[in-house]
């Protein structure tokens, strides 16, 4: 059965920083477009990030581009989203994705991710 699950998530201060995980088990997802999607509360799920099979091609919901970095280790299955200077506006539930049919190219197109985690909460306190 394949899995993915984030964690890191909780309460931080406006300004603050967070490192969202997302470990995949099951299946290996070393040559899978990986992404981050968010959903805020009254909002529909939006794209936040995304990282080819290699590393070399990143994608970033202009919201966030200079405050988050996704990156990614092959060998752990695992990607990870590094949030710094957060706002309240950030506050929502992160899903961790997995698009198996994109792998050379940082697709930001939600109907492209075939897997989904459970999500983690972020709420960030003005």
């Known amino acids: 059965q394949v899995q993915l699950v984030e964690s890191g998530g909780g309460l931080v201060q406006a300004g603050g920083s967070l490192r969202l995980s997302c470990a995949a088990s099951g299946r290996t997802f070393s040559s899978s477009t990986m992404g981050w999607f968010r959903q805020a509360p009254g909002k529909p799920r939006e794209f936040v990030a995304s990282i080819n099979w290699g590393g070399s091609s990143t994608s970033y919901a202009d919201s966030v581009k200079g405050r988050f970095t996704i990156s990614r280790d092959n060998a752990k299955n695992t990607w990870y989203l590094q949030m710094s200077n957060l706002k309240p506006e950030d506050t929502a539930v992160y899903y961790c994705?997995?698009?198996?049919?994109?792998?050379?190219?940082?697709?930001?197109?939600?109907?492209?991710?075939?897997?989904w985690g459970q999500g983690t909460q972020v709420t960030v306190s003005s």
């Open positions: 994705a997995a698009a198996t049919t994109v792998s050379g190219w940082a697709t930001t197109r939600m109907n492209a991710y075939t897997y």
